[in-house]
C-alpha cells in the first residue's frame, strides 16, 4: 500500500503556472505506474497524465497535451505535474494516484486506497 499527498493547488489567473507535487509513503514507489487526474465541480473525475516507474513513458489527456508535464523523482518519492498556460476550464480537484500499468492509470482503474485526497486548482478569467 502507498499513502498520497499532494500540495501545490492554488489561485491563479489565466495563462499562469502552478506546479503540484504528489509524495508518497512506502518504500515501494518506484513499482508504480503514478498518474494525476481531475475533477471539477458537477463533472466526472477524469484521466490527466501518468508516468512509468521510471519517468521514461508518460501519456497525457488531449486536452492538456503542450501545457502539463507530469515528472517524478524516485529518491524523493514525489510525482509532479507543472501547468502552465493554465486556462479557466483546468480549474478542479487534483488528485494523484498510483497504478500497476500505464494502461490501468489511464484508464483509472485504481483501487481506492491508491489515491490522494485531492489539491485545489483555480484558474480566473
Known amino acids: 500500500q502507498v499513502q498520497l499527498v499532494e500540495s501545490g493547488g492554488g489561485l491563479v489567473q489565466a495563462g499562469g503556472s502552478l506546479r503540484l507535487s504528489c509524495l508518497a509513503s512506502g518504500r515501494t514507489f518506484s513499482s508504480y505506474v503514478m498518474g494525476w487526474f481531475r475533477q471539477a465541480p458537477g463533472k466526472e473525475r477524469e484521466f490527466v497524465a501518468a508516468i512509468s516507474w521510471s519517468g521514461g513513458s508518460t501519456n497525457y489527456a488531449d486536452s492538456v497535451k503542450g501545457r502539463f508535464t507530469i515528472s517524478r523523482d524516485n529518491a524523493k518519492n514525489t510525482v509532479y505535474l507543472q501547468m502552465n498556460s493554465l486556462k479557466p476550464e483546468d480549474t478542479a480537484v487534483y488528485y494523484c494516484?498510483?497504478?500497476?500499468?500505464?494502461?490501468?492509470?489511464?484508464?483509472?482503474?485504481?483501487?481506492?486506497?491508491?489515491w490522494g485526497q485531492g489539491t485545489q486548482v483555480t484558474v480566473s478569467s
Open positions: 494516484a498510483a497504478g500497476l500499468s500505464l494502461k490501468v492509470v489511464r484508464e483509472g482503474r485504481i483501487q481506492n486506497d491508491y
